[in-house]
């Protein structure tokens, strides 16, 4: 423990102002202390973790981690900002950043220390204590848990317990649940969540045990203990192992921020659901529906939490599919601004190469991003199928990708091919094998058996008439003009801020980027409607604060002005600290600034070819001009929205205009959405 954080890593004065440059902050110190042997590569795998999920607790905490081949030792650097550091957490910026660096192949012991300090910062008089710290060794040993204690009574004299007969003891048993949590890195949310869940239990008199299977180890619940369990949590961002053990429970099924941010309401949700006797059916390979008569009969929420799920899959496999999109994206648009578009036919720099000629730069650049483009849809495919069924499932996931791309089937093949391995694999787990066989299942017989399955089910049956598909679709964009693609352009735009990087915003991202992996002008022009319309939230926001700073707190003002840059980088999610705190006025004001955005990009026929990059891709955007008047256009209307209806708010709460007058954050009167 004593090798965990020392006072070199520990920063009371953080002087960054966003997230990236206060890991970086950190992280050099990690590297000064011999921790990271890799600055540039451990930012790298810190900022991917990142992007999986905002990493903002409530509270002002903000803890930024990962498991990465750079870092040397398990390490934890912490650092105080008096500013607040925007996270991404819905109460606002974090004074308190801890930033954790795990080896990819850290023991348990330091992985369980790791957990235990989520499990602390859970703790109201610890975090407290972090804030009024002066001495960097003195907080250093705080966090290594060295504070002091009192010593307690050597012999304690026992109370004796009052006898009880049975009736009373059944009155007096407390309601039971038991909980699982789980993140996808499996060291920070696991631990909080299940801290946070059991603190909101001994607060409500409920008994709450939790299963967290996490990176420091999965220690199976005692069975006697579920099946006293009257219901049942998952808190969970991963799949939850071997979920036959809870089968015939009343259940909650949430993500694992929801256990760390409201546990009190997850727990009274399961109350209701066992006393209405709403019992789920759960299945070992695919997570659980409700059924209110206890059967897990097909009722209508059996189809609405299978929707859920099949979101989640085929979002497993688009964020794996972004950074192959984004790297070969912005190559091949680079290419083609230096050597012109005729640079896609160059010989190959393999043979033909020519240090000084820029052609040949160019010709490299192209034939590199084109390589990144050829996995698009196997690795979309690979990783749908790994979402539905682990491991197990990536071979024939990525077979069946590759095949797609053989017979034509393009993006919409690997969507099917994703989902056919999944399925594949996981009816397969279902079969009972004899023991001696179980061992090998995993490595050799499911991926081989699933393989030659999907294999034969893509071409010889579903191939090609997707790719037939495929083809009515690409000619369908292409032959979009006049309002028919600007009525897709307002869909795209709606879309892309409707729930700014939620699942809406990504199947109109996913849309636009699939057809990245075989362009034509089509789809080059609904990439460059999807970027417009989702740099548009963030830069409305951020007018807006500028504008009207008083309808605004210092603290929304304060994400204002960072939201300029997010905006203008093509991160849409820079505007969802406004959508959180007044949805009813916020959402629907970049709504309307989307859809002109993405009307007017389809209208002036802008096309581009990168995947991402904001304003700093303008260059490589055909019709940049219009394509940036289009931007503008967006973010006036949603600023004028935006500030009409939150004027109207001010002008209903504060009839007199005094709080407008004074300019203080206090005086506001807020009106709950």
Known sequence: MSELITAELVDLDLSAATKDAAARSLAERMVAADRVTDLDGFLADVAAREAQMPTGLDGGIGIPHCRSEHVSAP??????????????????PADLIFLIAAPAGADDDHLTILSALARRLMDPEFTAALRAGTDPGAVAALIRGEEPTENPDPDPEPEPEPEEDDATAAAAAPFRIVAVTSCPTGIAHTY???ESLAAAGRAEGVEVTVETQGSAG????????????????????????????????????????????????LIAEARRKAERGEIAAVSEDGGSTDSGDGDGGGSGADHAHFGVRLRTYLMSGVSYMVPFVAAGGLLIALSFAIGGYEIASAKSVADHFVWGEADSWAALLNQIGSAAFAFLVPVLAGYIAYGMADRPAL??????????????????????????????????????????LRGIMPVLVIPLIAS????????????????????????WLNGLSGSNAVILGVVLGLMMCFDMGG???????????????????????VMAAVMAAGMVP???????????????????????RAAWVLGASFITEGAIPFAAADPLRVIP?????????????MAFGATLRAPHGGVFVVPLIGQPFLYLLAIAAGTLVATALVVLLKGARRTASDPAGEAEATGSDDSRVTVAA
């Open 503 to 525: 699942p809406l915003n990504k199947v109109a991202y996913a849309f636009a980027v699939g057809g990245l992996a075989d362009p034509t002008d089509g789809s080059l022009k």
């Open 75 to 92: 390490t934890l650097a912490f650092g105080r900002s008096a500013a607040g550091i925007d996270f991404g957490a819905a109460d606002g």
């Open 218 to 265: 999965f220690k199976k619940l005692d069975p006697a203990i579920v099946a006293a369990a009257d219901a049942v949590i998952w808190a969970h961002d991963v799949e939850v192992r071997e979920k036959g053990r809870f089968r015939g429970k009343p259940l909650v099924d949430v993500g694992v921020k929801a256990g760390i941010n409201r546990p009190a309401e």
């Open 538 to 560: 963030p830069l409305a926001m951020a007018l807006a604060t500028t504008v009207r700073k008083k309808l605004f707190t210092k603290t929304e003002r304060e994400n204002g």
């Open 395 to 436: 071979v024939p996931g990525f077979v069946g990708g590759a095949i797609a791309l053989t017979v034509n089937a393009g993006f919409l093949g690997g969507l099917v091919a994703g989902l056919l391995a999944g399925a594949v694999v996981m009816a397969i787990q279902r079969v009972p094998v004899h023991a001696t």
């Open 589 to 601: 004001s970049v709504m309307a600034g989307g859809a002109v955005t993405g009307a007017l990009s």
């Open 452 to 475: 030659a399955v999907v294999g034969f089910l893509m071409f010889i049956v579903v191939g090609k008439p997707i790719a037939s598909l495929q083809n009515a679709l690409t000619d």
């Open 192 to 194: 909080m969540a299940a």
